[in-house]
């Protein structure tokens, strides 16, 4: 009698229990999309030829600097993580390309569509980007960073110190300023869509404007740039505490990496696929 009940067709059917957090299998999906495509892995290697190139002519620049004649624009002994702080400001642009086509690309094949239906929840589609474009900077700029300290390291010679915590921290700070980047491109990449117009909205808003708003030296328009993300995240990888602290560039880097998310997250709402 009880096996039979089971099988009664009027009971309703158990439902199998759940395997794990939503956002966990939406998370492994982008970890698989995003390795599975070369232009990752040449993304990187790409990061890695620009942060190695750049740290050796910053460290260059840094040696001409104290040997030549002109004492005025001597730096004297340089920690390492200031030289690869430094190289960031063009390295970012390469590895910001991890975020803005990690969404982009689908837009332009397709793929976004059969992702949609695979995940239906768009926030949580844009969620799991994040975690998986973040997660993937941070480790690249942990690389990066540690390449830059190798080769501007013996380039310095007896201009360059590198303590190992000092060093450390200053890597980490590196990693974390990629990663918000990162996910900034992300959200801005979700609410254009078009590559080419997210590098140029990316390019005015890390570069142009706020060079153009320092360049007059006119102190409210410099306020006003130091608002600005690269602007920010230079403030906190250099531990300034004019004009404001060094924590405060990181929350107003992660601010507007938010701000981006969220925009992206109103795009992807409002649009069809």
């Not at 956002?23 to 390795?35: D, P, S, Y």
């Not at 190289?87 to 332009?108: D, N, Y």
């Amino acid at each position: 009698m009880t096996a039979l009940s089971t099988l009664d067709p009027s009971r309703p059917a158990s439902r199998p229990a759940p395997t794990g957090h939503p956002l966990a299998g939406a998370v492994a999906a982008e970890w698989t999309k995003l390795w599975s495509v070369r232009s990752t892995w040449w993304t990187l290697v790409a990061a890695l030829v620009t942060m190695a190139a750049t740290a050796a002519q910053l460290a260059i620049y840094a040696v001409n600097a104290n040997t030549d004649d002109d004492p005025t624009v001597n730096p004297g002994v340089l920690d390492v993580g200031d030289v690869v702080a430094g190289s960031l400001e063009l390295t970012q642009f390469v590895v910001l390309g991890l975020g803005l086509f990690a969404i982009t690309s689908e837009f332009a094949t397709g793929t976004i569509r059969t992702t949609l239906r695979c995940t239906p929840s768009r926030a949580r589609v844009l969620a799991a980007k994040a975690v998986v474009v973040g997660a993937v900077t941070f480790g690249a700029g942990l690389l990066l960073g540690a390449a830059g300290a190798v080769v501007a390291r013996p380039v310095l010679g007896e201009w360059g110190r590198a303590p190992l915590g000092v060093t450390v921290t200053d890597i980490f700070a590196c990693a974390g300023y990629l990663a918000l980047v990162g996910v900034l491109a992300l959200g801005l990449a979700a609410a254009l869509r078009s590559p080419v117009l997210t590098l140029t909205v990316l390019l005015a808003l890390l570069y142009i404007v706020p060079l153009s708003l320092q360049e007059p030296d006119i102190t409210v328009l410099t306020r006003i740039a130091d608002a600005f993300p690269a602007v920010a995240g230079a403030h906190f990888l250099a531990g300034d505490t004019e004009p404001y602290p060094a924590a405060v560039g990181l929350l107003l880097l992660a601010g507007w990496a938010g701000a981006a998310l969220a925009l992206g997250r109103w795009a992807l709402a409002r649009r069809d696929a």
